[in-house]
């Protein structure tokens, strides 16, 4: 399969300068494609798809009755990131990261960021994600997001931009991590000649990040992975960080509070648990405080928190900082608690609870990306632009009865990687989405989840939106040249 | 104090029913195979006979029900494809793979990806149109089910999930040899004239084959004879598949799990295991074969039941909080 033919069509390519030629960084990848003899290629894609399958890595798509488990669309083709563009998202992960811990433990304290009027207090009290069950909680380090999602997109002009923040639940860590051991065992002659930085050891900063939010009990903390169940679409992944971090899977009904302390129901009996890397939602946690008709959470779990028996990743409540309202005050944040300018801008966002904005987000609906506040995944919203006047109306009315939940984006041109399409490349629109753990210290896995928007055109990468992933590559700053390894043909 | 990672009653309840059911499912192809192989050595007249393995797996009413008339192409559909029967091969294989995918992070990876290969070879032969090659198919599941056991021998820490697994499947085991004695021996013998007849050979061989023990039998007794067949298939302590060696394999799997010394016993379960055990030490099959096969085999389905349902009170059953209490740990 031959680049030749492959358009950038007006949009950044991550892999291609406007004038058609190769990125540095991409040249070596580009001549071992072009060298393989025809078809392999997608005898290669064909390995991949088999493989995903035999070794079970699905999601599961909610609402869908017949086959409810899928592979996750992969794309061979790499995602590749230079160093020096890495240095400076890793730099503006931090630097946000930072802030916005700062940011939730001063609004469940002493909102100080209010009192001096960096942010209106009407923000905050109309989140509906502020939980009031945390109001003077003290978490290990004043940590609040322990594992972060954030993704991130380039517009036309290249620039990086926070889309969102993702503190609760994120998922994905596990593609990662999976789409390079398949990419690594299909294609190994690909990664011969560039430094590709290593993302194995993610579940290894994960434990020991986790390990060190016990609430010094004394021997060695019990670390377990608080998963919905197998029902859940990213159960794969709770599964898979357990096993990878050799600790207990446990549902809700395996833990029991007892005495204030969490334990877990084990054949010889109670066993204490000291910290709960919880993939549950906080809806679900602790039926006596929140949602009371939880069957996924356990009883007393909030009351232990609190008393600090037991450790919870990420921490209840973080989820007010990825109100889409909030997030928009996140670059005043940064210069409010880092007396930084942020490093990493956010898109521009039109607030619909403020007239100004709300009068042009209805006059220019054909032109924006509209969102629900407090919703993810992709739902909830409307791209302006793929829209029918059916849609846009319907976004308008639901706009004017609740302008609160609604924020609007210009459409972003995102970037574009080439992707096999059928027999040849096409580009196609991707985000990227780093993870960031946060103890002590704050780490960045050096990688990501590249999601991209198969359908052609698309710019929803969601995978329940049909979105799927491409294996991302870090580049190290070694300053050697490539070693310009021969691909093995196999 | 060096420990092991204490086991989930929930995580020991699926890898208990994860080796039962590859094991149920091993044990469906085995008969379909058998019972294709002996129609084709038997005179016209007696050929056609699939009702008998329909009642070894216990689910004669169901399948006259559903099916009615007992051809080797419905039976054959029931047993291996059909979804509703919860003991087809589709079914059990389907159920090891539901509980394996809920205990991942316990099992090895290796395991779950030869369990999730199965069940695609499985789902993909069930769903191909035309007829399906049943000696090749049945090699295949048995295949794969050899493949999960010696995965799980060697990749697998010998610990208190794999003593669950291996619980699960020396019961389940035990319980086909019993049952295939006790049909075959009723069913398929069901003139007093043909013993000792060529005929009879063929059949007895086949109940030997069905449980992979038509060699080693002839190793250990040479002359095929039932009493001898009955000595062997129910006594002997080398066989991997007599009722004996599992019960004694299942027994030390239990005492491995609560750590008390084997001859003793801490809770229900190993009482009850116990008891079995030493009867089988300590019988012979003349007082079997006397007191009646059928009934000493029905008896030993009772008792296989009641370890069943010792074995979820002692370690699955989520307990009421206050009997609990005494047994707070860490």
């Known amino acids: 399969m031959q680049f030749s033919s492959y358009q950038t069509e007006g949009f950044y390519d991550e892999m291609f300068q406007t004038d058609g030629a190769a990125r540095p960084h991409f040249q070596l990848v580009q001549e071992i494609i072009q060298s393989l003899s025809d078809g392999q290629l997608l005898r290669y894609k064909h390995a991949a798809e088999r493989l995903l399958l035999q070794l079970g890595i699905t999601f599961n798509v909610y609402g869908d009755t017949a086959g409810t488990e899928r592979i996750f669309p992969f794309d061979l083709i790499p995602r590749i990131v230079p160093a020096q563009e890495w240095e400076r998202v890793e730099r503006g992960l931090k630097q946000r990261i930072h802030a916005l811990n700062a940011f939730i433990d001063d609004i469940y304290h002493d909102q100080k960021i209010v009192k001096d009027g960096a942010i209106p207090a009407e923000v905050i009290t109309s989140a509906v994600s502020y939980r009031k069950q945390c109001r003077d909680l003290n978490p290990p380090w004043g940590v609040w997001c322990h594992v972060t999602g954030t993704d991130l997109v380039r517009d036309r002009d290249g620039e990086y931009y926070v889309l969102e923040d993702n503190l609760r639940v994120p998922s994905g860590v596990s593609y990662v991590l999976e789409n390079r051991e398949v990419l690594k065992r299909i294609f190994p002659g690909v990664f011969e000649g560039l430094p590709v930085r290593p993302v194995n050891g993610y579940p290894s900063h994960l434990l020991e990040m986790l390990e060190s939010l016990a609430p010094g009990t004394g021997g060695a903390p019990r670390v377990v992975v608080l998963t919905p169940g197998i029902y859940n679409s990213a159960y794969f992944e709770h599964s898979f960080l357990a096993q990878q971090m050799g600790v207990q899977l446990v549902e809700g009904r395996d833990l029991v509070v007892h005495g204030g302390s969490v334990f877990m129901r084990t054949t010889k009996g109670l066993e204490r648990v000291d910290v709960i890397y919880r993939r549950v939602d906080d809806d679900f946690l602790d039926p006596i405080e929140f949602r009371g008709d939880s069957m996924l959470g356990v009883p007393g779990l909030m009351a232990a928190y609190r008393a600090g028996r037991v450790a919870l990743a990420n921490a209840p409540g973080n989820g007010v900082a990825d109100d889409k309202v909030v997030y928009a005050y996140v670059p005043d944040m940064i210069r409010y608690y880092e007396s930084e300018e942020p490093i990493l801008p956010n898109v521009p966002t039109y607030l619909c609870w403020r007239d100004a904005d709300r009068k042009y987000v209805l006059e220019n609906l054909g032109k924006l990306v509209v969102k629900a506040a407090n919703e993810s995944g992709g739902y909830g919203m409307l791209v302006g632009p793929h829209s029918t006047a059916a849609e846009r109306e319907e976004f308008a009315g639901r706009i004017q009865a609740n302008p609160r939940n609604y924020i609007a984006q210009p459409t972003l041109a995102l970037s574009r990687v080439p992707t096999i399409v059928e027999d040849h490349f096409e580009g196609r629109h991707v985000d990227l989405r780093p993870y960031v753990l946060c103890g002590k210290d704050i780490y960045v896995l050096p990688g990501g989840l590249t999601r991209v928007a198969m359908r052609k055109g698309s710019l929803v990468v969601n995978s329940s939106q049909g979105g799927g992933s491409k294996d991302t590559w870090v580049l190290a700053a070694t300053g050697h040249p490539p070693r310009g390894g021969q691909q093995q043909e196999q | ?330």
């Open chain 2, 1 to 330: 104090m060096t420990q092991t990672k204490p086991l989930l009653s929930r995580v020991a309840d699926a890898v208990y029913w994860l080796g039962r059911y590859i094991e149920r499912a091993e044990n469906v192809a085995r008969f379909l195979d058998v019972n294709h192989n002996l129609m084709l050595d038997l005179p016209q007249e007696y050929a056609g006979q699939w009702q008998p393995i329909v009642d070894t797996t216990g689910d004669r009413a169901v399948f006259l029900e559903r099916y009615g008339a007992a051809t080797q192409a419905n039976v054959l559909q029931f047993l291996a494809f059909d979804p509703e029967n919860p003991n087809s091969i589709y079914s059990c294989v389907l159920a090891a793979r539901e509980n394996a995918r809920s205990v991942r992070e316990t099992i090895s990876s290796e395991m779950w990806q030869q369990i999730n290969s199965l069940y695609l070879q499985i789902t993909a032969e069930s769903r191909k149109n035309g007829p399906t090659d049943l000696p090749s198919f049945c090699h295949q599941v048995r295949m794969g089910c050899h493949l999960v056991h010696g995965i799980l021998h060697v990749t697998m820490s010998h610990n208190e999930a794999w003593q669950f697994i291996r619980l699960g499947i020396m019961l389940e085991r035990a319980d086909k040899t019993t049952r295939i004695l006790d049909v075959k021996y009723f069913i398929l013998l069901p003139s007093v004239s043909d013993v000792g007849t060529p005929f009879d050979d063929v059949q007895w061989s086949a109940v030997l084959k069905s449980v992979s023990g038509f060699e080693m039998y002839r190793k250990r007794y040479g002359r095929i004879s039932p009493d001898r067949i009955v000595e062997f298939l129910l006594l002997d302590g080398d066989f991997p598949r007599s009722f004996r060696y599992c019960i004694s394999i299942a027994d030390r799997s239990l005492h491995s799990i609560t750590g008390t010394p084997v001859g003793t016993f801490s809770c229900p379960s190993e009482q009850r295991m116990g008891a079995l055990r030493s009867e089988l030490d300590f019988t012979g099959v003349e007082s079997i074969l006397t007191a009646g096969l059928h009934e000493f085999c029905d008896s030993a389905q009772t008792k296989m039941n009641t370890i069943d349902e010792c074995i979820v009170g002692d370690f699955f059953a989520l307990r009421p909080l206050a009997s609990e209490a005494g047994a707070v740990n860490g």
